[in-house]
């Protein structure tokens, strides 16, 4: 009996066997196990891993906001409360059509003063690309931070995808962020 169960194993073994062939050959079991269907799908083009991918630079004044009570502006105890960038993180990924897609993210910290309470910060984001004085990409977010009661402080984080570089500006593009009303200038720091 066991011989039996072998030998039919066997032989069912054989025949899907026999049914693969190599990708897109007349075997559609082979093509079922590897592929899900009985076609070969069109094959895929692989993304450019080593591309170029500069640090993202901060624009001047662009690295925090502060915002104070009563018109005391500079005076440490009238500040209500301060938005500052912590990390910055980019990702770049080249295309076979020889374009780069960027993907950036910007994390920050919202923090309480003297003078502020807890409640939700509106926090302006600017995200620019460009390549000398011509912008590639210019994205603005407005994210919200809230800073619940009895906490003094509070994270915010923004991640911009799809970010597409032309061909023609892959090795020598730029990328900049800032808070605030400030778009991105000629004087920036590294991030």
Not at 12 to 30: F, Q, R, Y
Not at 61 to 80: H, K, M, P
Not at 109 to 132: F, M, Q, T
Not at 141 to 157: E, R, S, Y
């Amino acid at each position: 009996m066991r011989a039996k169960a072998g030998l039919a194993l066997a032989t069912l073994g054989l025949t899907a066997l026999a049914g693969c062939g190599a990708p897109g050959e007349s075997g559609t079991l082979g093509n079922m196990v590897l592929f899900a269907g009985p076609t070969v799908p069109p094959p895929q083009k692989a993304a450019v891993e080593d591309v170029y991918c500069p640090p993202v630079d901060i624009v001047d004044g662009g690295s925090a906001i502060q915002a104070f009570a009563g018109g005391r502006v500079g005076d440490t105890g009238g500040l209500r409360s301060q938005i500052a960038i912590s990390q910055l993180a980019r990702e770049c990924t080249g295309r076979p059509d020889g374009t780069t897609v960027v993907k950036v993210g910007v994390e920050g910290r919202a923090l309480l003063g003297v003078g502020g309470g807890a409640g939700r910060y509106d926090v302006p984001v600017h995200i620019v690309v460009k390549r000398g004085s011509t912008v590639i990409a210019n994205r603005s977010k407005q994210v919200a931070v809230a800073i619940p009661a009895g906490d003094n402080q509070a994270t915010f984080a923004v991640v911009e995808e799809g970010i597409v570089v032309p061909s023609s500006d892959v090795n020598s593009f730029e990328i900049e962020v800032g808070l605030g009303g400030q778009k991105a200038a000629t004087g920036r720091r590294r991030g």
